[in-house]
């Protein structure tokens, strides 16, 4: 059974950087199923960036030029570097790997000063 841990949440001053990891076990990693989720309090989880087979990654509108999404093939794990921070990036953070409907168990991102 496919497990996904995210990892690298914390509180982060805005303007600042953070970088998440979701590490891949039990399954083959298949990174072009997978890309990162988030969701505010009293919102809908929203998609914030995605692989996709054959194109570049996918991002939101408010991750473009902000957020990266990358991977690791050695370590089966995915990545998501996010730059600038803003108060409104706070949320938890989910990883997802739609060809198995797996998700993460998230990770809490506070961006305060």
């Known amino acids: 059974q496919v497990q996904l841990v995210e990892s690298g949440g914390g509180l982060v001053q805005p303007g600042y950087s953070q970088r998440l990891s979701c590490k891949v076990s039990g399954s083959r990693f298949s990174p072009n199923a997978m890309g990162w989720y988030r969701q505010a309090p009293g919102k809908q989880r929203e998609l914030v960036a995605m692989?996709?087979?054959?194109?570049?990654?996918r991002y939101s509108g408010f991750a473009a030029g902000r957020f990266e999404i990358d991977k690791d093939y050695d370590k089966s794990m995915i990545y998501l570097q996010m730059n600038a921070l803003k108060p409104e990036d706070t949320a938890i953070y989910y990883c997802h790997e739609r060809r198995l409907g797996a998700w993460g168990q998230g990770t809490q991102v506070t961006v305060s000063s």
């Open positions: 692989f996709i087979s054959g194109g570049s990654p």
